[in-house]
Nanobody
């Protein structure tokens, strides 16, 4: 079992930055691929990016070059740095943990609102 708790959301202006954190319980955090997802009002949840246990990262095109995922295994924490924010980045952001194929563990989400 892994429990995930996100923090760091809030209100930002377009062009601004925020850093989200996702703290995980459990001693095997470093074995998990950690993903970030978001869900905007009235839309389906979408994948944003992920960081593997090796540290390799992947991002969807819409955030590439603006968002950065990192992890600190000593702190059981994964981060999502959001730069050059746009109003369309407004969403609830979720972190999730994947051991094999599916993301089995999810946090409760943190709201990010970007004003124009």
């Amino acid at each position: 079992q892994v429990q995930l708790v996100e923090s760091g959301g809030g209100l930002a202006q377009a062009g601004g930055s925020l850093r989200l954190s996702c703290a995980a319980s459990g001693q095997t955090f470093n074995r998990y691929t950690m993903g970030w997802f978001r869900q905007a009002p009235g839309k389906e949840r979408e994948f944003v990016g992920r960081i593997a246990s090796s540290g390799s990262t992947y991002y969807v095109d819409s955030v590439k070059g603006r968002f950065t995922i990192s992890r600190d295994n000593a702190k059981n924490t994964v981060y999502l740095q959001l730069n050059n924010l746009k109003p369309e980045d407004t969403a609830v952001y979720y972190c999730a943990a994947r051991s094999k194929i599916t993301y089995d563990y999810w946090g409760q989400g943190t709201q990010v609102t970007v004003s124009s």
